[in-house]
């Protein structure tokens, strides 16, 4: 088997990042050709974890079929979220943590998935099943994705694993979780150098649902007004963002990582369906959504039945 | 949780029904309250399976969300190879080992997917991930799974890891693989007593592949001619069941369990595209596919390529 590349979804996040690195360090552990390479940016917390182990960052990619004839997906499976080319390579295996969706093999392949809060979760299970070797930088780099998809264990997508798991990886790595894992989480949330462009694709996710296309963003901070204080500037980048990709809904979620509320500024014309699906009013596109922190968990599942009506 | 239906595809096979029984049992001993059924009627060689081991019949089902909110799937992931009413109820878990395709949660689910010849093979992993205990019987019907699927290890779909799975499970059942196998493999070969509609349904998987609607069927022999001579009658069976459904390409597979080639009888608008995919003349709508016993690795595959052109 000749080269294969591996990778989390498009708007990287700290998991699609550090689970690609973790999945490849595992697989060449087993002998193989692999390479952790992304699709797209970096965001501040994962440049911070990066840093903070002095770990490289993964070779940026938008096609991979001119490079490797398979690929090893993780953190995600939906086509709209993966490589441009994704349907032109063969996916030989899957490890993730959400629905399964548009998703589509000729042949027979290697698919974990379990309701887990995070990716590095299930690694850290292959890493034992293989009999391989943890080194203190990849657990930092495992413990980094629990903590980032979990909001520091706060999210309801965290399971008892996720918890059981960020102990052992703790324990490799030698980091103390809630300090580091707090300055990790803030080093995500300073968007004032950011424009609004880039806050409302830092992490972006793309859907189909039922007859209609949208996009979900998401963006941490420590005070919503941080972001809200620029809601002419979102949504005009929104707008155009709808315009150009002719999507029905966008919702950007403003999550504040103490408080574990949302703000989600919603427009598009589905926005009726996202007020049915939430159970709120739109006051000037904007709406509180309380104890809302999970896209996956609180967000998506209630939008897809919503729209599927 | 309330009860949890388990079940494998339409037209069950015996690791369909046997891998379901097995991951009830593994559920039970979990402290589920789960029941394994099946879609369809059994097979010779199943029910020389459950007979053997003294092994009750699962209760037959047509559709679930009448019963249960949630079900298990093992052995398949398509919606046109399970329940009718698959998409009313949710799928909390997945063992399997075909290709993923028209599949789609809305939440996040256990999926298990391996590229091994048998879902029992997998299943034997999760036994012993969750230290649960393999009983006499249920290590008999998971061996039987496995002798089926991969013809008693001669099928390019058998594995190291089918083999390995095997001698375990040979070792826990008492049975001797080669004589316990042959004499299953033949039950399942007694075709003289099937009509001919029954033997083109018997073991048939429905596909959509591209654009096209297509059915693959499988009956195994000791001698080819024991179908072939009765090929006026399989045809008009054939041709209704196309006329009925609408179907682009029905493919039936003679597959000699002793020669380990397969005579197919192919019929349908779509004939072409299967004479190019197998790279075979159709001489009155028959051609020797040599060395193919398997519909998974061998049939399905070059199929959907060619017909996605």
Do not use: W
């Not at 000749?2 to 989390?8: D, H, I, R």
């Not at 965001?43 to 911070?48: K, R, V």
């Not at 408080?259 to 904007?286: P, Q, R, Y």
């Amino acid at each position: 088997m000749g080269k294969v590349l591996v990778f989390g979804h498009k708007s990287p996040d700290t998991d699609a990042i550090c689970s690609a690195i973790a999945f490849a360090d595992l697989k060449k552990q087993l002998g193989e050709d692999v390479e952790a390479v992304r699709l797209g940016d970096l965001n501040g917390e994962t440049e911070y974890v990066l840093n903070h182990f002095g770990v490289a960052v993964p070779r940026l990619v938008k096609t991979v079929a001119n490079e490797v004839p398979a690929v090893y997906l993780v953190d995600h499976n939906e086509r709209a979220q993966s490589a441009d080319d994704i349907e032109d390579v063969e996916v030989l295996s899957v490890v993730d943590h959400h629905r399964i969706a548009n998703f589509e093999t000729k042949a027979p392949l290697f698919y974990r998935a379990e309701p887990v809060g995070c990716t590095a979760t299930i690694i850290n299970k292959l890493y034992k099943e293989a009999g391989a070797t943890l080194s203190k930088t990849i657990a930092g780099l495992m413990l980094s994705s629990i903590i980032s998809d979990t909001l520091l264990f706060k999210s309801p997508t965290c399971t008892d694993e996720d918890v059981k798991a960020a102990k052992e990886l703790e324990a490799i790595s030698g980091v103390d979780v809630q300090t580091y894992g707090l300055d990790m989480l803030k080093a995500g949330t300073n968007i004032a150098d950011k424009s609004a462009e880039e806050l409302i694709t830092l992490d972006m996710k793309p859907f189909e649902m039922g007859k209609y296309t949208v996009e979900i963003a998401q963006v941490n901070v420590v005070d919503t007004n941080d972001a809200l204080s620029r809601q002419a500037e979102l949504e005009a980048a929104i707008r155009k963002e709808i315009e150009t990709k002719n999507l029905d809904l966008f919702v950007l979620a403003v999550t504040n990582i103490l408080t574990s509320d949302s703000e989600a500024l919603i427009l598009g014309k589905a926005a009726a369906a996202a007020e049915s699906a939430f159970k709120v009013t739109l006051d000037n596109h904007v709406a509180t959504l309380k104890g809302v922190v999970s896209r996956k968990k609180q967000i998506v599942p209630v939008l897809t039945e919503s729209l599927a009506d």
